[in-house]
T-cell receptor, first 110, second 114 residues
Framework: RKEVEQDPGPFNVPEGATVAFNCTYS??????FFWYRQDCRKEPKLLMS???SGNEDGRFTAQLNRASQYISLLIRDSKLSDSATYLC???????????FGGGTRVLVKP | EPEVTQTPSHQVTQMGQEVILRCVPI?????FYWYRQILGQKVEFLVS????????KSEIFDDQFSVERPDGSNFTLKIRSTKLEDSAMYFC????????????FGSGTRLTVV
């Protein structure tokens, strides 16, 4: 099993719709979890950290399920500007290193 | 907002040549990293650096690679003898202390080995 696994997509999403996707991880000792956004040929940009209780930032909601070892990201009211690749990343210990998944591509269409 | 700065943005080099990629991490961050991303592939960890020494390195980070923090601000990645397969985007990142603090990435250096 890969350390961090994501459905590569693409997820084709009508503008205004909701899209959700998961990321599974194999290392049960992972401590910190993040969602990053990456635009074509650009650097990953932190979208949000993922907390145990789940957290929301505007139209974005992240969940962590430690028992099943996955995190999820939900985007509500999708905008054209949400089109990007969404990378999940985890950290086994503070400052250790980030391990990335391969990314899920989201295409929001008018 | 503080940012990680990388130079150059694009470097073309001949196979076998040495390259140095430069990064200026965020000033109060303590952890520094290099990652690379081959076109169409995932972001891969190369090396982490803390307290003026390497704390972890991946299998990719072989003897051809080295890192330095020559002064209080710069963090460099050197590739001694570049190969065609070293062509990739190289991202520098830095992080403050504590859990749940995300890593901030620089805009990357696109290295093309010809």
């Amino acid at each position: 099993r890969k350390e961090v696994e994501q459905d590569p997509g693409p997820f084709n999403v009508p503008e205004g719709a909701t899209v959700a996707f998961n990321c599974t991880y194999s290392n049960s000792a992972s401590q910190s979890f993040f969602w990053y956004r990456q635009d074509c040929r650009k650097e990953p940009k932190l979208l949000m950290s993922v907390y145990s209780s789940g957290n929301e930032d505007g139209r974005f909601t992240a969940q962590l399920n430690r028992a099943s070892q996955y995190i999820s990201l939900l985007i509500r009211d999708s905008k054209l500007s949400d089109s990007a690749t969404y990378l999940c990343a985890l950290e086994a210990a503070a400052g250790n290193k980030l391990t990335f998944g391969g990314g899920t591509r989201v295409l929001v269409k008018p | 907002e503080p940012e990680v700065t990388q130079t150059p943005s694009h470097q073309v080099t001949q196979m076998g040549q040495e390259v140095i990629l430069r990064c200026v991490p965020i000033s109060n961050h303590l952890y520094f990293y290099w990652y690379r991303q081959i076109l169409g592939q995932k972001v891969e960890f190369l090396v982490s650096f803390y307290n003026n020494e390497i704390s972890e390195k991946s299998e990719i980070f072989d003897d051809q690679f080295s890192v330095e923090r020559p002064d209080g601000s710069n963090f460099t990645l050197k590739i001694r003898s570049t190969k065609l397969e070293d062509s990739a985007m190289y991202f520098c990142a830095s992080k403050s202390t504590g859990m749940n603090y995300g890593y901030t990435f620089g805009s990357g250096t696109r290295l093309t080995v010809v």
